[in-house]
């Protein structure tokens, strides 16, 4: 069974400080990996997106790694802001047999809160 | 482009009611797809559609839930009748083709007595 993992489940930090989210996952096949942030009581926003190819992509101060061989994923985020503040979903593919649509399988999330 | 519009924003009712939830996905957009989200499970895929087809219901919990898309620019997603454990976050989200990034809409929270 697919399955993502993501640790820890909740973190504080303080503001300016950089924090770095951990993603497992044992889908198979792997088409690509997904991280969003969601703002609380909004949907979920894409950062990046990381195919089989891709062992890092960065978006401004966040910044995702991949390790296809160890199937695992993280999530940097330098120089906190109390904007970042959210919770943050790993999101894996494994295309499915539907087109991908139904190929998604979600992480529960990383709850990190940024204090001043 | 005013992204994907969900209504009601927050829905309070007691067991046994219907519920019908409201989806606007943006234009253009021809896959739409309807997440459960709870602390318990986090995000869940219901249901998704392709050009206005329901292509994938196996993750809707019961027949209670039914969801239609009569034409491109709507969706519905009805709980009847509705039970306490059925309280979550219902999103709807929508992508151009079946691999591109998906588009949250702000969700419907969804509370029964």
């Known amino acids: 069974k697919n399955q993502v993992e993501q640790s820890p489940q909740s973190l504080i930090i303080l503001e300016g400080k950089n924090c770095t989210l951990q993603?497992?996952?044992?889908?198979?096949?792997?088409?690509?990996l997904r991280w969003y942030k969601q703002d609380t009581g909004r949907g979920p926003v894409s950062l990046t997106i990381?195919?089989?190819?891709?062992n890092t992509k960065s978006n401004g101060r966040y910044t995702a790694t991949l390790d296809a061989d160890t199937k695992q994923s993280s999530l940097h985020i330098t120089a906190s802001q109390l904007s970042d503040s959210a919770s943050y979903i790993c999101?894996?593919?494994?295309?499915?047999?539907?087109?991908?649509?139904?190929?998604?399988?979600f992480g529960k999330g990383t709850h990190l809160i940024i204090q001043p | 482009d005013a992204g994907v519009i969900q209504s009601p924003r927050h829905e309070v009712t007691e067991m046994g009611q219907e519920v019908t939830l409201r989806c606007k996905p943006i234009?253009?957009?021809?896959?739409l797809f309807w997440y459960r989200q709870t602390m318990m499970r986090g995000l869940e895929l219901l249901i998704y559609?392709?050009?206005?087809?329901?292509?994938?219901d196996s993750g809707m919990p019961e027949d209670r839930f039914s969801a239609k898309m009569p034409n491109a620019s709507f969706s519905t997603l009805k709980i009847q009748p509705s039970e306490p454990r059925d309280s979550a976050v219902y999103f709807c989200?929508?992508?151009?083709?079946?691999?591109?990034?998906?588009?949250f809409g702000p969700g419907t929270r969804l509370t029964v007595l």
């Open positions: 234009s253009g957009h021809d896959y």
């Open positions: 559609f392709n050009n206005n087809v329901p292509i994938d």
């Open positions: 993603c497992n996952y044992t889908v198979s096949p792997f088409s690509n």
């Open positions: 989200a929508s992508s151009r083709g079946a691999w591109g990034e998906q588009f």
């Open positions: 990381m195919t089989f190819s891709e």
């Open positions: 999101v894996v593919s494994d295309r499915g047999t539907g087109g991908g649509a139904d190929g998604l399988t």
